[in-house]
């Protein structure tokens, strides 16, 4: 199974990205599939495939509390990736709140280490995905990063992270809640 750890967004920054979206969509005239609503989410960590028998460990571990204070991050600003050549993915940045994202982000793949999983190598990059480019060309970054969407911020407060299975298909992927981790206070 596809697992994912993510932070899940309240109601108004999902009315807020999809507002931001629906102008970029009205401003520019590139190929682009649009997140869904419903599956709007700032990813953690992807772990990727992982086998039933290591899942369970994974989601034991993840659910205990974490020992963060809830906090507030801002998104703003568009980006593409990859940072060179056609553009694949378009994403919102975080501009406030980047710290405490990272202590979370370490944390959570530190309790998938301990469930025997490795999570992905690199740089922690928070970002949350708007939209994929079905087609592109190197110009068209230029195109959509014109485009002043998002740069009033969203303010979005992080209580919990989530643990997700995530069910591909030929339409929009499926993501079921396998754990929750709550923050709390140290």
């Known amino acids: 199974m596809r697992l994912f750890a993510a932070l899940d967004l309240d109601d108004p920054a999902r009315e807020a990205i999809v507002a931001g979206q629906a ?5 520019v005239d590139l190929e682009l599939r649009w997140v869904q609503p419903a599956q709007l989410h700032l990813t953690l960590v992807f772990f990727g495939e992982v086998s039933e028998s290591r899942a ?11 020992p963060l204070p809830a906090f507030e991050i ?5 980006g593409v990736f990859p940072p060179r050549g056609a553009p694949r993915a378009l994403w919102i940045g975080v ?5 405490l994202l990272h202590a979370l982000h370490g944390e959570v793949a530190r309790r998938v280490r301990q469930g025997g999983l490795q999570a992905e190598e690199g740089v922690y990059r928070p970002h949350l995905t708007v939209a994929r480019f079905k087609r592109s060309r190197p110009a068209d970054r230029h195109v959509i990063l014109r485009h002043g969407a998002f740069e009033h911020g969203i303010r979005q407060k992080i209580d919990h992270a989530t643990l997700y299975k995530s069910e591909l298909s030929s339409g929009p992927p499926r993501y079921l809640v396998l754990a929750r981790a709550n923050l709390t206070s140290t």
């Open 95 to 99: 501009r406030e709140g980047e710290s």
């Open 23 to 27: 102008s970029i969509r009205a401003a």
């Open 56 to 66: 369970d460990a994974v989601v034991r571990s993840f659910a205990e509390p974490v």
């Open 74 to 78: 801002t998104l703003a600003g568009l």
